[in-house]
């Protein structure tokens, strides 16, 4: 079974542009969730996405937003970048479906440069 | 609000030692936890879990963990480490609540196995 992909791998933008990063759930998973990564606040909750639904969302600004689509692919937007966006972000993909299904599995993640 | 406190940043130990890396969790709610690995430039894999049941468990390449809910610690042991090893360890929590607030993530301990 393929796992999560994301992409692209490595991307580099300018402050003050947009952007936007993909993610692939495993086949069957309907629960994508975003974290970044840095090394400063280490790994933060972003938010989730189930059935196209943002279920759940952590502690960010409104310039970090996401969709899901019908067959649970995943994307993330980033507005207006700044420096402090400079991160990997990772997406995970979990069933979701009871409580014993719910870990989630990692994709290699987005290494988001802003310069 | 929960929290996890990962003790030790970095953990130095010789190969075929035994190692242990601690994680302390705070939460007002039952908690499902979890330890993941992260070897450079990649994402997270999930070494393994605590949802209920034997507060003894065993995952993926020789790694087992035991919860102790009076000590709020979900510890990670291998009774011999390898070159292979080296990576980043995250011990992370998820709420009762089917993780409404995502995955809280510790900041992670560095294992570097010395020869």
């Known amino acids: 079974k393929a796992g999560v992909t994301q992409t692209p791998r490595y991307l580099i933008k300018t402050r003050g542009q947009q952007v936007t990063l993909s993610c692939s759930p495993i086949?069957?998973?309907?629960?994508v969730s975003w974290y970044q990564q840095t090394p400063g606040q280490g790994l933060q909750f972003l938010f989730e996405?189930?059935?196209?639904?943002?279920?759940n969302k952590g502690n960010f600004p409104g310039r970090f937003s996401g969709r899901q689509f019908s067959n649970s692919r995943s994307e993330m937007n980033v507005s207006t970048l700044e420096l402090g966006d400079s991160a990997l972000y990772l997406c995970?993909?979990?069933?979701?479906?009871?409580?014993?299904?719910?870990?989630?599995?990692f994709g290699p993640g987005t290494r988001l440069t802003v310069t | 609000a929960q929290s996890v406190t990962q003790l030790d940043s970095q953990v130095p130990v010789f190969e075929e030692a035994p190692v242990e890396l601690r994680c302390n969790y705070s939460?007002?709610?039952?908690?499902?936890l979890f330890w993941y690995v992260q070897y450079p430039n990649q994402g997270l894999q999930l070494l393994l879990k605590?949802?209920?049941?034997?507060?003894l468990v065993k995952g993926i390449n020789g790694f087992e963990a035991e919860f102790n809910k009076s000590q709020t610690s979900f510890h990670l042991r291998k009774p011999s480490v390898h070159i292979s090893d080296t990576a980043e360890y995250f011990c992370?929590?998820?709420?009762?609540?089917?993780?409404?607030?995502?995955?809280?993530f510790g900041k992670g301990t560095h294992l570097i196995i010395q020869p």
């Open positions: 939460s007002s709610v039952s908690v499902y």
């Open positions: 996405y189930f059935s196209e639904t943002q279920r």
């Open positions: 995970a993909s979990s069933r979701r479906d009871n409580v014993y299904s719910y870990e989630q599995y």
């Open positions: 086949s069957g998973h309907r629960s």
């Open positions: 992370a929590v998820s709420d009762g609540r089917g993780g409404a607030d995502g995955l809280t």
């Open positions: 605590y949802l209920s049941g034997s507060t």
